[in-house]
């Protein structure tokens, strides 16, 4: 009797430990974040949940990630992230500890979802199985938060890339028509959509009217984001403004190679996309189109031998 009764508090307990850390996991999930621009606005963040939901356990592993050894790598996550556009919001110690915590934290709770399984289902593959998936769900745990960075990064480079060319040629335009750069760039802030490529405008144009010089506000600029083709346009407009070349005619060129790299770009993706098509065509379109044309030819074949 006392066997049964202790096996009903551990089951009770269990299912209340999960039921809790289910609804901190919804919880969590529900929760906005943000970062803050260079005008005060707040754009929103998205960060994944398993991030969210070890972020306050960051802070238990301070003095580990500031020892000297992680000091080359934290610095690293650092300019990935401001890069990504999550300064702010997180930094390259915190990344760490996420680093160190996924694993874990969350590959303890991997294994024991296993393990809890094959207990439920004893001739499954999660029993036949389960130190594999252990191993794997844990590795896998270990590389997401770089692997989530890495991605990030790579979607805004793309964003940055995909709407310099227009901006460029606003600002060819207006310079053109005698408006100097920073009004140039104040009007295009204003009367565009917030996205990756707007922010570091905004920033470097908050930057100048603090006091920066031009120059020295695109070198930041061009440090900070990182994008291959914004760090070559602050490159060229920073060597415009030391040899004294007409900004109106080095926007004009910027604007004509970027629209080149932009068309260079359409093509590269055109060539590609029958390889990309090839997958999809073999694993859903053509096995249809097999049973479509030989099913009849079979069936009557069937019918011949029976």
Known sequence: MSVDWLEKALV??????????????????????YVTLADGRRQERAIPASFKMLLPFAGNLRNLVRRPAFARHVSDMDRMLVS???????????????????????????????????????????????????????????????????????????????????TIDLLTLSVEAGMDFISALQRNCES???????????????????GLSRKEALRQMAVRCGQPDLKAFATALVQADELGVSLGSMLRIQSVQMNEKRFDRAER????????????????????????????????????FF
């Not at 850390?21 to 906005?32: F, S």
């Not at 029958?274 to 069936?299: D, E, R, S």
């Open 192 to 210: 565009r959509k917030i996205d990756p490529l707007n922010e570091e405008l905004l920033r470097m144009t908050k930057e100048i009217q603090l």
């Open 269 to 304: 993706k055109a060539q590609q996309a029958p390889v990309k098509m090839l997958g999809p065509l073999m694993l859903c379109i053509f096995p249809a189109v097999f049973i479509v044309l030989l099913g009849p030819v079979a069936m009557q074949a069937l019918k011949g």
């Open 84 to 166: 990504a556009g999550f300064e702010g919001l997180l930094d390259g110690r915190e990344f760490l500890a996420l680093e160190i915590l996924s694993p874990a934290v969350l590959g303890v709770l991997w294994c024991l979802s296993v393990f809890a399984l094959g207990a439920v289902f004893p001739d499954s593959y999660f029993t036949q199985s389960r130190f594999e998936l252990c191993a794997g769900g844990s590795a896998l745990l270990a590389f997401q938060p770089s692997l989530w960075l890495k991605s990030a990064l790579k979607r805004r480079y793309e964003a940055i890339a995909k709407a310099l060319p227009f």
């Open 12 to 33: 009770a307990a269990w299912t209340l430990a999960g039921a809790g850390l289910a609804g901190y996991i919804a919880t969590v999930a529900r929760e906005v974040t």
